[in-house]
């Protein structure tokens, strides 16, 4: 059980600030800044509803209880080591600094010592001339000289930071947005303030709010492993619980000394500087430990890594540490880069890789994240084209339950992470893939209702056909070059609906692509007003695939059984462009 030194209310002004212990975020247990423009709306929402209930008078609304926060305190409390409240508290001190930099820019003496009280009191400031610049909020390794650059080292002769250093980090750009979305809201307010003392009032009583009223509850612990049971506690049921945070905690203490330490960080800096989002990394993390463990879902992935490495970790003699876990992951994170941009090297692997993103088949990242530890991405070209194949012939087409492939492909990366060849783990996935007869039979049944995987089908369809034909144009398929149409229309003109509508409308046969963006006006005309549009187009699968068998031209209205007729006739076109049939290695 964790050991709590004791919980104490604090407000934001008793936390942070020149009279108080520095809070440092310890560069071996803390995460980068995270917060993006929903939860900066949400935390200045609390704080305009708390400032105007404050400003009104209010017992019940004197002080805003914002959270617990975890810190690690020694017996004489010289500074504080923050593991939970990091983005409340970076939060509040950038707008801090917005009311700071606004201040400054009213050019009114008061306004400008205000400014630099503010500055000196809550943001950083120097005891002498020659003293070092002190900080009372020290972010970790990832944002630290960043954030001083960009908030907090800031000149009471120009009223500006340095801001030399460029935003190179997802967690960099996200505080430049914190930062310029709080200025925009408080500049907002000021407009209903025309008077310059009333601009004034209002910056001052925001001020007031933040520093007085802001509460928290400060957890203090003696040790790094306590501030980490309670930290996992606290985040347990929250959004704020993120398993590369508490994995990266957990490395850290478990670390044997500052080697260790430092090769985890290395690991995390790695996996900053690799992904652009944090989903991203989020996203890898599950599929490299289900490459190499086999199927766990997010919500218990972080209950399963440390009971599997504590194992490994506390073994004695240790033949597998923290080290070698580190440096696993930081090489297959740079993989998983590769795969995710699409920026392996190899033209032919890269165009397939681009086909799981339009699919969104994140399924298939553990299988390739595990392959290409040992084999060349050259030499991977038949197993992604064989894992695209079944998943567009069982999930895409067929429609059949998605698990049972997850089970299948996640069970084929663990083998392969264990040592087994690529041609074996080849022969099970292409013995996976539905047969032709399935197929067809999937097919010419199939209603796609999301067009970004009914825009795939008829893309790769299109591509095929352009090859029979000996056409060696490239045609750019992409969002915003070609658009998914319905033949028959979505919403048919009055008359021309067919029975049970909703049932042909989103039938493969019924959908065709056309160059340039949708015209809805055009897309829902009867088909001879739209006939010349598909018989020109430049694209086959339009022009060549009877798509007038649609239209019943001496009844004039809509045919489904043309709808049927289309969509056998691209049923087996589909049998080539996703194959069941492979060389198996």
Known sequence: MAIIKQAARQTLGQLIGANNPIVTVPDDSQ????????????????????????????????????????????????????????????????????????????????????????????????????????????????????????????????????????????????????????????????????????????????????????????????????????????????????????????????????????????????????????????????????????????HSLYTTIRKDLTGHFDRRPQTYGVGAFSAELENAAARYAELITRNTGSVEFDASLGEIKALNADALYPLLLSASEHSKYCEMQELIDASISYYVRWTVVGRRESTLLEENLFSVAKELSKGAALSGVLKKVIAWIPDDEAFVTDFREASIPKQSQSRYLLAKIEQFMRQEAGIHEEVVLGDGKVHVDSVYPQKPDSGLQVEDHDAWVNRLGNLTLLAGKKNQAVSSRAYPEKAAVYSGSSLLVSSK???????????????????????????????????SAFSEG
């Not at 947005?177 to 408080?186: C, E, F, I, P, Q």
């Not at 520093?211 to 928290?216: A, E, R, S, T």
């Not at 004039?556 to 049927?564: N, P, Q």
């Open 31 to 298: 995460r980068q800044y995270s917060w993006t423009k929903k939860e900066v709306d949400v935390y200045w929402a609390d704080i305009e509803k708390f400032k105007d209930g404050r400003d009104s008078g209010k017992e019940s609304a004197s002080e805003y209880f914002i959270g617990p926060v975890v810190t690690i305190t020694a017996e004489k409390v010289l500074g504080r080591s923050l593991l939970d409240g990091q983005q409340r508290l970076t939060t509040s001190t950038i707008l801090l600094a917005v009311i700071r930099d606004i201040l400054w820019q009213t050019n009114a003496p008061e306004a400008k010592l205000s400014a630099n009280n503010i500055q000196r009191d809550y943001i950083a400031r120097k005891s002498g001339r020659k003293d070092p610049m002190e900080y009372f909020l020290v972010l970790s390794l990832f944002d630290r000289d960043f954030f001083r650059g960009y908030i907090q080292q800031w000149s009471e002769l120009t009223g500006e930071c340095l801001r030399i250093e460029a935003a190179t980090r997802p967690s960099h750009s996200l505080i430049e947005d914190a930062y310029s979305n709080l200025h925009g809201k408080v500049i907002s307010r000021l407009q209903a303030h025309v008077d310059d003392e009333d601009r004034l009032d209002y910056l001052d009583s925001l001020r007031e709010c933040l520093i007085n009223g802001l509460v928290f509850v400060e957890i203090q612990t003696p040790t790094s492993s306590d501030a980490n049971e309670v930290f996992e506690t606290i985040n347990s049921r929250g959004k704020d619980l993120s398993t590369v945070d508490l994995v990266r905690n957990f490395l850290m203490e478990k670390s044997t000394g500052d080697d260790e330490k430092e090769r985890v960080n290395n690991a995390w800096r790695s996996l900053l500087d690799d992904f652009d989002r944090r989903e991203d990394i989020e996203k890898f993390l599950r599929h490299f430990w289900v490459s190499k463990h086999g199927d766990v879902k997010s």
């Open 545 to 579: 695939t009877q798509i007038d068998a649609l239209w019943d031209s001496l009844a004039s209205r809509w045919r489904t059984d043309g709808i049927v007729e289309r969509q056998a006739r691209l049923a087996q076109i589909a049998l080539d462009v996703w194959p």
